[in-house]
């Protein structure tokens, strides 16, 4: 059988609007800025000009790239936004993600709070209703991930998440790896029941 790859053009990024402690996360968010920038793909991401969030931004847009912000109206009056090639100001959070979505082949995790996670299981949620077939990508840098993932896997284990709505996700620490593997992840649809 002919395997299709995923035409990934458009890619929707959560992360965090704070940097955490370590250097490892902002270095590894400019190489996956630089890989954006170099495979003409373009960033769809929350707006902010802070954190690891912008740190992203800034890298893709200062390498000839081109990034979409998505922000709402009450954080836009209290952040800087960097210069990016759109940006939608929209009512509040679920219109921004539901625009986010809409306009991106696939999503990435990166490192973040409360709202990155809240974030990422609304969408593998999506995924797992059948209500998209995106392939959902996250970067475990520094093994960031590696406890909310014993959780999930907790989940299978108790019988509260099939093992095929486990095996949804692709994760790994470099960008260009999760970015090969993002392409060529085939998601079909499971029935939830």
């Known amino acids: 059988m002919h395997h299709v790859q995923n035409s990934l053009k458009r890619i929707c990024v959560f992360c965090g609007s704070s940097s955490g402690i370590d250097s490892e996360y902002g270095r590894r968010i400019r190489e996956l800025g630089a890989f954006f920038a170099e495979n003409e793909l373009v960033l769809v991401y929350g707006g902010g000009s802070v954190g690891l969030m912008g740190e992203l931004a800034r890298a893709v847009m200062s390498l000839g790239g081109k990034v979409i912000g998505v922000i709402p109206k009450r954080i836009h009056g209290m952040v800087e936004t960097p210069q990016l090639t ?50 959902i990508g996250l970067l475990n840098i520094r093994n960031y991930f590696d406890r909310l993932l014993s959780f999930v896997d907790h989940m299978v284990a108790e019988g509260f998440l099939k093992p095929a709505h486990r095996n949804i996700l692709v994760i790994d620490e470099h960008p260009r790896v999760l970015l090969a593997r993002l392409r060529d992840k085939e998601i079909t649809y499971i029935e939830k029941l």
Not at 122 to 132: A, D, F, K, P, V
């Open 86 to 135: 759109e940006l939608h100001v929209v009512e509040n959070m679920h219109e921004r993600k539901a625009m986010m979505y809409e306009l991106s082949d696939a999503f990435i995790v990166l490192p973040g709070g409360i709202g990155t996670v809240e974030e990422f299981f609304e969408i593998y949620t999506w995924c797992q209703l059948g209500i998209h077939l995106k392939p």
